[in-house]
C-alpha cells in the first residue's frame, strides 16, 4: 500500500480574498499537517475501486469522491475519520484525527509557504501550465516545491477544498484551487478561486489530503458552518470572472 507523505505547517496567518463581496478576511490557523503532493491514480486505485496506476495526480474525481477517499484512507490506518455523509450531505467532524480535505485558508496558507505574490517561484518552475504544451497531467514532483517541501500546488491539476464556492449564489458548489495543466498565468496564482458542484468531475482537477484535528465548538482552520450559513444570506452580483487581485 501507498503510504501518504504529508509535511508539518506551522500555524499562522493568512488574509483571504471574497470576490463577490470585495472583501477580505484574516484567518488564523493552528498547525495541521498536508500532502507533500496531490493524491495520485496509483493511490486513489488503491483505496477505490477503479483507476489508473501512476504517479500522475487523480484527476476525473469529484468532491464526493474525493471525500470518499479521505475517509476510506483513515480507516485503512486505523484513524477516525473526519466525515460522515447522508447522501450527498456531509458532515465534517473536526475533532477527528482523520484524512480529510484542506480548508480553503490551510491550502492558500500552505501554497504560499510565506510568499506574498502570486506565484512561491518562477511559473515556469513551479507548475505545469499551458506554456509547457503538455496534454493532462504530469507525474507529481517534476517541478520545484515551495518552502514547505510541497510540490504541484499551483499548476498541473487544481484542488478540491472542503468550503463552499460562494452558498449564496453557487448553492452547493465546492472550491478549488491553484490552477492545472491547461491554464495560463492569470489563472495559476496561490488566490485564485474557482468551483464547481460536488458530483462534477473534471480532466484537470485533483485533491490533496490534509490532517488535523481541533478542538473547537463547530469552527476549524477558517470555515463554520455558522459562517457558511451568513454568506448563503447574503445577495450580490456575480463578480467578473472568479480571479482575485492577487
Sequence with gaps: MTEFTLAAI??????????????????????????????????????????????????????????????????????????????????????????????EAEWEFACRAGSSGPHYGPLADVAWTSADGVEGPQPVGGKHPNLFGLFDTLGNVWEWCWDYLDPARYADYRVFRGGGYADDAWSVRASTRRGGPPRSSHDDVGFRIARGGFDADGEAQGWSAEADLRRADVDGPVPFGWTPLR
Design 10 to 103: 506551522p500555524g499562522g496567518t493568512v488574509v483571504l480574498h471574497d470576490a463577490r463581496r470585495k472583501t477580505r478576511r484574516s484567518v488564523e490557523l493552528s498547525p495541521f499537517e498536508i500532502g507533500v503532493y496531490p493524491v495520485t491514480e496509483e493511490q486513489v486505485a488503491q483505496m477505490l475501486e477503479g483507476g489508473r496506476h501512476s504517479r500522475r495526480p487523480a484527476s476525473e474525481v469529484s468532491w464526493l469522491r474525493a471525500i470518499r477517499f479521505c475517509n476510506a484512507a483513515s480507516e485503512w490506518e486505523g484513524l477516525d475519520p473526519a466525515y460522515t455523509y447522508d447522501g450527498e450531505q456531509v458532515t465534517w467532524h473536526v475533532d477527528a484525527d482523520g484524512y480529510r480535505l484542506p480548508t
